[in-house]
């Protein structure tokens, strides 16, 4: 079981702290904005006598009203089909086990959300990472190179629109060669879409848009980024293929139920106005922006445009991004303050590749992202040298 | 990956009740006592603005104030020895991935959690049961049985005392041998001490009060049944074994943080007076002392007196208890009510047996209660004439 590749440099920044620096948080997908009030009242405003365990696959109201979001968002799901989960992490989880034996393998476009490794470890599947390039902006790897690594083991690939650590979003022809691929190969497509209500150039597209792909999409999905409530810890594995609705369903069983405050919010979200995304999303959008021209304008730097998602993948004149971003908490400061960034390193398969880059979560607002802007900046003149 | 054997009857119940009929839920540990409300009212007044992950092993805060409750049923540990988990089923999770390889043996004294199934599937254990006796109220069995089945794979033994689904309560002769044959043997002991609170007849021994112990055991842990908190979704791995602490922070790290409202319930349940337990706890045993003598009283009927828990084992004059517990849902009403059970076969290991047993689970006022066992009653009167 691999440690959490981000994680690992908190004691450094915890040193920091204690020096007095201010240490800005690029590194994980905290987000800072506000959890709805309605959402959080709902919980306030619950009358509970006795907290009760829930229905295995979440509370049926709660299912029910899932789908008509799912629906607005083109999704045509029966509440038959969707299990509750802690977090998106137990849909991965279940959907792990439900579709893998111990020795099969997953394909994933790397770099790839760190915690997939976890979760396939512990379902002892091999995670198979294909390269996309920060050249193309971490495009889909042309279907050759899935068909270089397939093998008989291999039951799966995994993807993330928008994504995880990229924030690179699938277009429909990706998404479309995808499906050739996976009914070619008959392999699943499980698709982590946390990040669906942020897209900001083209279109989103679910794989479960794509049609006659029934049978073969486990769509893993999370409230944590959609209503900013991480905390929660809810999510949904969404399948239409009976068979794996069912395997998953006993390991739902064997751990009773999801939270259940968490569900009084997540039904609760339903309810909120259409209009509730277009704030934050304008929100990251802006930050995006700012973030993606101040990398850019410094010399050496390169970070493409993602078209979704609150990541950014960044190319720096280094030579390792785990050195360097342990040098900013250790080393470094500028005005007494210093920026905390995700060592791209964690998020490849391949040892050896992302050395270069980092990757920075902008959910912080405009004004401290400038000024984590000014760190970074002030630190690559220096850094090395 | 086994389906839940307690579950399974579901459709039945919802059958007789759609028919009218009421049925009386002796068959699962969901308790009605009431959730204490300072508890939900310090979820209610939380200051929450951003609903953000918590440390992976849980706040802080929570920790160290849950070591002030330890301390109290006299264990001592430190609050970096406490990782605090998604119910006390993500912390048998933890434990099984933790320190087992697939292949490896966990031995259980039989009937047990059917659950332990699950998690052991998942991560790929064979579950070895030794079968205990009605016949003694289900003490633990001899040395000499574990002796028997102890091969190079067997890692651990798995204790639930109080016991589900027994009401068993291990004395501190019974815990004594358990530490002398895990010490010989290098072994885990997993114990799982859910129902600590609810001990009737003699000393509750927790596996952390055994010296010499503090690196084979791994308290598994939940406020389920402490605080009838079922639905929160909070538990507790605790482990002075700090390679198996580290190791199970992998696994708690690579699916984030445990559910957030729910670690604000449990923290403020550590400010309970002392004397909140009374109530439940005379409350319970009054229970089961009106169950007890119900069952008895009934030709052919034996029930052990159970020591802990909620729950008895009853020998009914059947022979096949599955078939049972379905019919009295399906075929049987007395009074236009009936009574679900949980079959005792779910609960064994071993093929064959328990299936003149069933688990009744005393969540029910005493007035249910005797109504459920006057449906009982009458049924056995009748089944099978």
Redesign the interface.
């Known amino acids: ?4 590749p981000i ?1 690992k440099l908190v004691p450094y920044a915890e040193t920091a702290k204690k020096k007095g620096i201010k240490v800005y948080h690029l590194n ?1 997908g ?6 709805p009030p309605a959402i ?1 009242d709902a ?2 405003n619950a009358d ?7 229905h ?1 696959a979440g509370n049926e109201s709660y299912r029910r009203k899932l789908t008509q979001y799912y629906k607005k968002v083109g999704i045509d799901v029966n509440y038959d089909q969707i299990i509750i989960t ?2 998106g ?2 849909a991965i ?1 279940f959907g792990f ?1 439900t579709c893998f034996n ?1 020795g099969d393998e997953v394909i994933v476009p790397e770099p790839f959300y760190a ?1 997939y490794n ?2 396939a470890c ?3 599947v091999k995670v198979v990472p294909i390269t996309s390039s920060i050249e193309t902006g971490f495009a889909l790897p042309p279907i050759e190179d899935f068909e270089k690594v397939i093998t008989p083991k291999t039951k799966g690939i995994i993807i993330c629109s928008p994504n995880n650590p990229t924030g690179y979003l699938y277009s429909k022809a990706e998404m479309e060669s995808l499906k050739t691929i996976c009914l070619k190969h008959d392999l699943y497509l499980f698709s982590d879409e946390a990040y669906r209500e942020f897209c900001y150039d083209g279109e989103y597209v679910s794989a479960m848009h794509l049609e006659g792909m029934e049978n073969h999409v486990v769509l893993m999905d999370t409230i944590s980024k959609r209503y ?6 809810l999510g949904a594995l969404v399948t239409k293929n009976k068979m794996v609705y069912d ?1 998953a369903m ?2 739902a ?10 569900q009084i ?1 997540g039904e609760a979200a339903i309810d909120l106005p259409e209009s509730y995304f277009e704030a934050p999303k304008a929100e990251y959008q802006k930050r995006r922006d700012t973030l993606v021209k101040r990398l850019n304008a410094m010399p050496g730097v390169f970070c493409p445009n993602p078209g979704g998602a609150f990541y950014a993948m960044a190319k720096l004149p280094i030579d390792d991004c785990d050195k360097f971003c342990q040098w900013l908490l250790e080393s470094f400061s500028y005005n007494n303050q210093t920026v905390m960034l995700a060592p791209a390193s964690g998020f490849y398969g391949t040892p050896g590749l992302g050395k270069n880059e980092v990757r920075l979560a902008y959910v912080l607002n405009t004004t401290d992202l400038n000024a984590a802007m000014d760190v970074l900046e002030e630190a690559l003149k220096v850094y090395g040298k």
């Open positions: 079981m691999p440690p959490s994680r994980i905290q987000p800072d904005i506000e959890t959080m919980v306030r509970i006598k006795v907290l009760e365990y829930s295995s802690t977090g992490s137990e989880q086990f111990p915690n976890g979760f512990a379902a002892g900013s409530a991480c905390g929660a810890r395997a006993k390991f069983q064997a751990r009773l139920s999801p939270p259940g405050l968490a919010m």
